[in-house]
C-alpha cells in the first residue's frame, strides 16, 4: 500500500516549456487534490476534484490545468512555465470531503523554472 | 472565501515547555479542523483533528480547543521534545475542500 505518490520528485524547466506531473493514490479515495507551497505562504490549493469525474478551480488556479485520468490518478499540467510556478507541489487525497476529509499527502514535487 | 490566520509564525521553547500555536477562521459553516506537521523535506502528516460538536480532544501530549463562537481553535504541546520541531499547519474543512493556515515553524531547544 503506497499511498499517494507523485512523479518527478525534481524537475527544472525553462520558461515557455511545459510539463505534467503525476499523482496516484491507492487508498480508493473519492477526492484528490493539488497544492503549491511556497516559503511563508502555507499550502494553497491549485485544484481538486471532489470525485470522480469533477474538478474545479481552487485559490490559485491560473497557469495550470488539471486531469482527473481516473479514481486513482489526477495530474496537474504547466502548459508554459513561468519563474512564478517555481514551487514545491504537492497531490494530496481524502476520502469523501463531507467526513473529516482528513487529507493524505504524496512526497510533493520540487520544481524549478528558470 | 475561506481564510485562516496562524500565529506565531515562528516560535522557540525550551525543551520541556509548553508550546500554543492559535488560529481563527472566517467560515461559520466550517465543521472540521486539522492540524498538519511537516518535518523538513517532507510531507505534511495529520497529528490530530477535531469536529466542530467537540470543543477539545487529546492525544497524549497533543491537544486541540475548538472555540466556534470565536471562531478560534489553539494546538497545545506540552512537554516538548526535540523531535517536536517542524512546521505546523491548522487547517479548516469546508465545503470540498480544506484551507491552510500560513504554518507555525517550531524550534525545540535541547
Known amino acids: 500500500n503506497a499511498g499517494v505518490t507523485q512523479t518527478p520528485k525534481f524537475q527544472v524547466l525553462k520558461t515557455g516549456q511545459s510539463m505534467t506531473l503525476q499523482c496516484a493514490q491507492d487508498m480508493n479515495h473519492n477526492s484528490m487534490y493539488w497544492y503549491r507551497q511556497d516559503p511563508g505562504m502555507g499550502l494553497r490549493l491549485i485544484y481538486y476534484s471532489a470525485s470522480e469525474g469533477t474538478t474545479d478551480k481552487g485559490e490559485v488556479p491560473n497557469g495550470y490545468n488539471v486531469s482527473r485520468l481516473n479514481k486513482r490518478e489526477f495530474s496537474l499540467r504547466l502548459e508554459s512555465a513561468a519563474p512564478s510556478q517555481t514551487s514545491v507541489y504537492f497531490c494530496a487525497s481524502s476520502a469523501t470531503w463531507d467526513r473529516g476529509n482528513t487529507q493524505y499527502f504524496g512526497p510533493g514535487t520540487r520544481l524549478t523554472v528558470l | 472565501g475561506e481564510n485562516v490566520e496562524q500565529h506565531p509564525s515562528t516560535l522557540s521553547v525550551q525543551e520541556g515547555d509548553s508550546a500554543v500555536i492559535k488560529c481563527t477562521y472566517s467560515?461559520?459553516?466550517?465543521?472540521?479542523f486539522p492540524w498538519y506537521k511537516q518535518e523538513l523535506g517532507k510531507r505534511p502528516q495529520l497529528i490530530i483533528d477535531i469536529r466542530s460538536n467537540v470543543g477539545e480532544k487529546k492525544d497524549q501530549r497533543i491537544a486541540v480547543t475548538l472555540n466556534k463562537t470565536a471562531k478560534h481553535f489553539s494546538l497545545h504541546i506540552t512537554e516538548t521534545q526535540p523531535e517536536d520541531s517542524a512546521v505546523y499547519f491548522c487547517?479548516?474543512?469546508?465545503?470540498?475542500?480544506?484551507?491552510f493556515g500560513t504554518g507555525t515553524k517550531l524550534q525545540v531547544i535541547p
Open positions: 467560515d461559520s459553516a466550517s465543521n472540521y
Open positions: 487547517a479548516e474543512g469546508g465545503y470540498q475542500k480544506v484551507t
